[in-house]
Each structure stands twice: as C-alpha cells, then as structure tokens.
C-alpha cells in the first residue's frame, strides 16, 4: 500500500496524457495473490476513470454466462488453437501475424493465452516488463512492428506459473481487457493446447472472427484437433481452416523428403469435417534455430520456401475472413 | 482440507499394493510425454514387471490410441473400475477418459473442479491392483491436473519425475518452469529424456538436428539432475502405433508365446534398445528407495532412524 501513496504524491508534470513513468505492477515478478487483480494492475485515476469497476467483476456480477464483448478498436479477432500441444501454434501465429502484416500493412498484434508456457517473449525476441497507462492498461510490447502481449513478460522466465483454473481465468480477462492495443486491424491470439479453461474463458468472453487449426500429420495429433476444432463448432466460431505443419522433411544432404510423421493426414482430416485447407509448411532444421534466436523465419529469411508457405496461407486466411465479412 | 485428506487416505489405501509410482511431466506440450510413458511401460513389462500406465491428460487423452485399445470398455467390478488389458498376460493395463468417451472425437471441456473430481476417482475407484510400477502420463502445464495429482499422490510418495523435453530452447524454457515446480512441491526429478533428439535419413544416414541438440542435457547440469537419455525420432514408431489401430489385433495373442504384436514389434524397433537402457537407469534409481507401499516406507524410516 506504502508504493500507491507514493505515487498518488508523484508531480503531475512527470507524467504524460497516456503513460505513467516507471510505473510497474504491484507484486511484479512475484505471483500475484488471489482476487479480482490477478496480474496486480492498478489504476491511479480509478476513482475517475470511466470504467469504475474492473471487467473482472464486471463478468462475476452477471448472471449466467458472462457476455462475449467485442475488443475495442480491434476490427478482427481470430485464434490459431489445436488440441495438441507441440504442433507449431506459437511459431505458425508469429510467421503468420508478420505475413500478414508485410503482405496487405495491417496493423498486427499477438496476443499470447498460453499462461504455463509462453513461447512469445523468445519468438519475438522481447525482454522486459510492459508498462502501464495512467488507466492500468498493459501496453504491449513491439518488434518487427507486431504489437505483443504475453504472461511471459509478467513473470521471469524460470517460474512456473500454478494456478488452478479460477485464476486462469481472472487474468486472461485482465490480458483480453486490460491491455492498450491502440487501433489494430487483426489480433491473433496463440492458444494454448488443450480444451479447458483458457479456451473456455476466451470464447466465452470474446468474439472471435475466425479459428485456424493447427495441426501435424499423424493420426494422435488429428484426433486432438478434431476435438479442439469440434468445440470451436459447438461455441459458434467459425472455423477458417487447417494447417499441415511439419508434413515432410527435406534432406539437406540427399534432397529426398521423408513422411517423418505421418502422410497428409491433416488433409484427409479437414475433408472429412468439410474444413478448407490452408496450406502446408515442411519440417527444417532452421525454422527450430531462428526461432529459438528470435528470429521469425519469415523475417530472417524472407526468400526461402517456407516463408512463401507462410505468406499463402496467410493469403488465404485473408481471403477467406473478407469473404466470409462480405456475407 | 478435509476433503483432501479423506480422499488421500482412500487413496492411499488403494494403491497400497502399488510398488513405484513414475510422473511423466513436462511443462511443454507435444515433447513426446505419451510416447515416452508408453515405452517405458513396454520396456518395463518386456523386463518382467507388472505395469499400469494411467493417462490424466483428460483433454487430449493419447495412450488408448497409442496402445491400440481404442473403443475398449471399462467395465466395474465389486472392487472398482477395472482398469483395461491389454492383452491376455493382464501384465499391462491402462485407464483413461479416451475409454470413457461415446465418440472417440468428442471434446472435454471441463474446468479445473470437474477434472479434479475425475483424476481423484482414477486414483480411488479404480481397481489397480498389484502393480510393480504405475507411470502416470500428464498434460502439459502447471495447472490444475499437476497441483492435484501432487496434492492426492502426496502421502504416497511418489519415487520421482521423469521430464520429457526436446532440444530447442523454447521447450527448455517450459520444461524449466516445470522442473521449479517439482521442487516446489517437493518432487524428486528422477532424470530429464532428452526427446525427438536428432533424425537420420533413412535414405541417406545423414543425421540433421531437426529441433537442435544438447539441450536437454545442459539443463539437467544446470538443475543437477541425472541425465538419462537422448532419444531420436524414428519415423518407424510412428508407424508401430499408428498401425496398431488399423490393424486392430490387439487383445488376441498373436503366437504361442502370448506376446502381445505392440510389445513384439516394439522389441524389433530401434528405440527399444535406447530405452531399455533409459529404464534401466530408472529402475535401479527406484530401486534405492524402499517399495513405495505405506508399510515399506514406514519400515524404511524405523531403519534410518535405528541406524543414527
């Protein structure tokens, strides 16, 4: 309590319209403790601001379902998810987000819900703790001009998050709600695996414009994606279309390729569930490399194979998201 | 806290006859958990033990899959569930919510309470009997399914971990996270596999490091922690098990020597013999510890204490 008076005494002239200097969350880099505040925001002005109460409670005093809300300023609002942890999420959504963004110069963001393990800080190659808006807003962190929010800029690296579901819950609203993206026009939100509390909490809380389904070849894999992409079905989101990552190796010395996990069975998959494919990206040693550098494959090296597989299917998942805006 | 302490204690008294209790975690997710947990357990089983294998991923259940025993039912007996077979020898059984499911592609979604209430009952209800070793394959994470299984197993005491990861440092990262979990609940870490570990071209034998190397084993330097193995991906096991369900002669003993075909091919594979090694050093690391009955740990701190 000794931090706030503190700052409720700082001069008005240190700080800005929007940011707070060196204002940092309560409790940073420690685990929060329970309640409404899970991520340990504040507000200075929250006797004034407009939004009196936080969107936390806001949702607990409803009844029933909380409402799904549109983000502000955000124009669309789609989610790379699979039921299977390991397939590529993370990695396809920040290649995809910068295909995006250097084929048609949307403004982009990421925002990363898998609060065990984010991978977003490494992939994106950002350190560092975000600072707050005088409205206890996040602001999210930037590289290669893609705006950035992940829990793994709140705690340090090697502290594993345990939280049961109830404060997954709280602090992905406070990540959904709290964060002052600015105006974009596509946030992707990288999923974590599973079908449990995250994906619950977020199609429940937001309207998502649009699902990409993420998946490897082999039949273990698929049939976690069926399920992730049967519970998109049943909460109304509609499906964009699946991804085949990893779907062949192509080696380097002998140029023959290997099925090394299974042949095209993502393929067969999106028929049988009358889903459009949106593309194929094969195995290779350097996209594991760059990415554990920070450096996306699509921007590190922007002429190579992969990164023409990544810009198709981002082509078609635009294609596909004004067409189906159009109806 | 009563609640907890009533159902450890049916807990307990369930899996009394259970020797060793293996967690196979791992803060990432598609490192290789479920196939590690399975070729442990026919590793073991090969070696002559009685194996359960019990999957609490109840999200994205792999093992009934991976095991052939899709579409198996369980059925319940005076005594509890009764776990599935797998083949005729009963040397090998599992339990998972893939057998609980109508439709194999039906989701779960469940919050944590809900999936609380289901891992207790695997624990409690069901009929594990005598087991040599119980390898438990988890989700990914530090949530809900890790804090309850450490809570309900915590008067068991559990012989350790065994951390799957793979060599690139995105994995690391979470594995990380993970192995500070375990020492936060008092977990001992029995060694880190370091999974999908390098691949040779089956055309041309050339070995390219596909999610990097060494990763594993620098971590477990860095955590002190036993080193156990590196793994590399074989395209062929993919295959073992994906036949497995295609096939589906899995519960028929399949020659006079009642040697179920997973196990049969699993021996000719080229993993078995990296793995049999990797099992042999958990075995013998299990085998410092006394067995994990309440009784056998009760007599084992009577002996220490007597010795001081």
Redesign the interface.
Known sequence: MRKLHILWYFPKKYTSQRILLNAKRFFSHSLPLAGENALGLFSKFSANSPLKQSPASIARMQRGLPAKRRLENIKNVIAVAS?????GK?TTTVNLALAVASLSRKRVGILDADL??P?LP??MNLKGEPNITDKGQLIPLINYGVKCMSMGFLVS??????????M?MKALQQLLHQVYWGELDLLIIDM??????T??TITQQVELDGVVIVSTP????L??A???A??FR?VGVPIIGIMQNMSY?L????H?S?????NDGASRTAKEMGIDILGDVP???DI??L??LGQPIVIAKPDSHHTKCYMNIAQRMLSKMESSSNH | MADISSANSSIVSNLADVRHVLLVLSGKGGVGKSSVSIQLALCLVKAGYKVGVLDIDLTGPSIPRMFGLEGKQVHQASTGWVPVFMDDSQRLCCMSIGFLLQNKNDSVVWRGPKKNAMIRQFLSDVFWGELDYLVIDTPPGTSDEHISITEYLKDLNPDGAVMVTTPQAVALADVRKELNFCKKVKLPVLGVIENMSGFICPHCEECTNLFSTGGGEAMAQEFKVDFLGRVPIDPAFNLIIEQQNQQGIVSKSSDSTNENTLIKKYAESNLFKVFTQITEKIVSKCAKCDPTTIYGNATRNIREFALQ
């Open positions: 039921g299977k942890g390991g397939v993370s065990f393990g991978s490494r992939l690296e090697d502290a594993p998050v345990v939280w049961r579901g109830l997954v974590p695996p599973g079908t449990g509390d994906q619950l082999q039949d273990i894999a049939i976690d069926k399920k992730g049967n519970m049943k190796f080696c380097p010395n002998c023959q290997t099925h090394i996990f299974g195995l290779h040693a594991c490399e990415s554990d």
